[in-house]
């Protein structure tokens, strides 16, 4: 009779503590899911304000300078260890066959939930290389823009011009999506 006891206790005890374990880790995934969000947004909305500024620079110099020093201020905008770092160890958990974050979510919602952290883990790699890329160009687009002379400058100053623009309406597409993103990981929790 002790071991059916022990047994009973047991089971009594994993019930009680299956909801709050439940609440705890869907709550772990909203504040991680929540944080990756405010992250991506608050460097991307920084980034955007950053290249706003460049066509309105008319000193030539400034204005090199000022693109060719985008590598340091947009990157710096991305903590990359305090972003990746969570929601890698998120998506890691729903790869793993057992982990409670996984079946702290409604069954229906597991492989959801899945694709939308997915998605954000990617999404989010995608907009680091897409700054470094976007970094390097306007590095490279510095260098052009300081070799040229007369019109030829003010012909690269214009394309360089109309790449930042297209570029800012790129991150503002990304931010948007970020933010979607979220909203819907956190919409199924």
Known sequence: ?????????GLVSIIKLGPKLNNQQRAEI??????????????????IMYLE???RISDDQGYSD????ATGKLLNA??????????????????QAFDPAKYSVNIGNIQKVHELIDSLSNGEQMVIDGMDKLTEELRNMSWDFDSATGEDKEAIRTQINTYI???I???ESDRKSIKNTVREVIKVM
Not at 1 to 9: G, P
Not at 31 to 46: C, F, N, S, T
Not at 78 to 91: D, K, R, T, V
């Open 1 to 9: 009779m002790k071991i059916a006891q022990d047994l009973i206790e």
């Open 30 to 47: 909203r504040k991680i899911v929540g944080e990756l969000g405010d992250e991506l947004q608050r460097a991307l909305k920084m980034s």
């Open 53 to 55: 500024k460049a066509p």
């Open 66 to 69: 000022y693109l060719s020093g």
């Open 78 to 95: 991305f903590n990359e260890f305090e972003i990746c770092s969570g929601i890698y160890g998120l998506h890691d958990k729903f790869n």
């Open 165 to 167: 623009k297209l570029s």
């Open 169 to 171: 309406n790129s991150i």
